[in-house]
């Protein structure tokens, strides 16, 4: 075998483990990517849903915040924010009330959700339930680019477990990717993509700029429910993950 034969194979060699180490991160990492865990359908009708609701607020703060004394550091949260209830609640002018679509959106989740515990079966231990069901809409040169986690403390907050994202429409290659600090992973937005991963600080992340178009997301959390206590209760039994959020 020639030289440039046997460099020729090691570059052929090289590119099947570049190309090969992203799927072995994905599966160690606790980071779970469905395609195709939502239809397109689904993801259109929530879009639709955004943009003609009315009083379309602003939410998690309209304002730019420096997170350093780094000028490129810039705490830049710019987002239209509405969350998606199946019933009238106070703050309606930031909800859109819609009872089949929280229904379908819990019916994707869990769906998805056991996929995930398949690939993770620590989780079942966990008994956690859906939190919030929150419609993200970022324009381009918006949203949230600071290294930040979804881990939430405080005595009237339960404690976020798992956090997700649907990812409502496609975005150009490049763009608006979910990216995790501690793994070198970005995971692209493509519509119907379905994203879990822990709420925790192992799962610092951002999400990168968008310049070409609207970037749509349904997104919330998971929390953990604590086990009512009971005389045949012990300590350190397992506790198990609902399986159907209705």
């Known amino acids: 075998m020639t030289l440039i034969e046997n460099l020729l194979k090691l570059y052929k060699n090289k590119m099947t483990v570049l190309k090969t180490l992203p799927k072995l991160q994905l599966q160690n990492s606790f980071i779970g990517s469905y395609t195709d865990g939502a239809s397109k359908e689904y993801c259109d009708k929530v879009i639709n849903a955004f943009n003609s609701f009315e009083g379309q607020g602003k939410g998690d703060g309209d304002n730019n915040l420096p997170s350093s004394n780094d000028p490129s550091q810039l705490r830049f949260r710019k987002d239209h924010v509405l969350y998606l209830e199946d019933q009238a609640l106070p703050m309606d002018g930031y909800r859109i009330v819609n009872p089949t679509l929280v229904q379908e959106t819990k019916n994707i989740l869990s769906e998805n959700l056991q996929k995930y515990i398949k690939d993770y079966p620590s989780l079942g231990m966990q008994n956690i339930e859906l939190c919030s069901i929150k419609i993200q809409k970022t324009e381009p040169k918006g949203g949230f680019h600071v290294w930040h986690c979804e881990h939430q403390t405080g005595n009237n907050h339960p404690l976020r477990v798992l956090a997700w994202t649907i990812y409502l429409n496609d975005i150009p290659e490049g763009e608006g990717e979910t990216e995790f600090l501690e793994y070198g992973i970005r995971i ?31 997104t919330g959390w998971y929390v953990l429910v604590q086990p009512k206590e009971s005389p045949t209760s012990t300590v350190g039994s397992m506790m198990r993950v609902s399986p159907e959020q209705n």
């Open 188 to 218: 692209p937005p493509k519509k119907g993509t379905v994203c879990f991963f822990p709420a925790s600080f192992t799962h610092t992340h951002r999400g990168n700029a968008v310049y070409s178009c609207d970037k749509y997301i349904a």
